[in-house]
């Protein structure tokens, strides 16, 4: 687990409500504080969809390309946010694919990898962490994913210094 600052907050929002840098993750939960207090669950109702849930809920969370524009309204205005907090995770087929390209026999089953941004007091920063799913002697997963985070925010020319 590493935390991350952000060091140019008004791009990162740019990339992160307006942009599709971070289209490939899937939302946990999204808490945002403005005049009032919005708390998003990204769980999907599978039976909200029905038949369709393979095709429109391919994945037990939202995927952030759909709920960002929400948040984007939510956080929108004249006033800067008094704080919010996005858990995010990475989609599985990133995550075999990253455990695979490193040499894990760790899979999507396995391990979730997850970012934490919080905004707070004028200041942004990213958490990663990971969800162990089953006991592995083997951390260095932990490793993969905070190397691959920076890695993530460096090739999108979002600037950070590590706290």
């Given at each position: 687990m590493i935390v991350l600052q952000i060091t140019h907050t008004k791009n990162f929002m740019n990339n992160l409500l307006r942009g599709s840098d971070f289209d490939e993750f899937l939302l946990e939960e999204a808490v945002i504080k403005t005049g009032n207090s919005y708390t998003i669950d990204g769980h999907i109702n599978k039976e909200f969809y029905g038949d369709l849930v393979s095709e429109e809920a391919p994945y037990e969370l939202s995927r952030w390309s759909d709920i960002k524009n929400v948040c984007f309204e939510l956080i929108k205005g004249r006033h800067t946010p008094l704080g919010f907090k996005?858990?995010?995770?990475?989609?599985?087929?990133?995550?075999?694919?990253?455990?695979?390209?490193?040499?894990?026999?760790l899979t999507s089953r396995d391990v979730a990898f997850v970012i934490n941004i919080k905004f707070s007091e004028g200041v942004t920063t990213i958490t990663s962490a990971s969800a162990i799913r089953t006991f592995s002697l083997d951390k260095s997963y932990e490793q993969i994913w905070d190397e691959s985070i920076k890695r993530f925010l460096a090739s999108h020319n979002i600037e950070f210094e590590e706290i």
């Open positions: 996005f858990i995010m995770q990475v989609k599985p087929e990133h995550t075999d694919a990253l455990l695979e390209k490193k040499g894990s026999a």
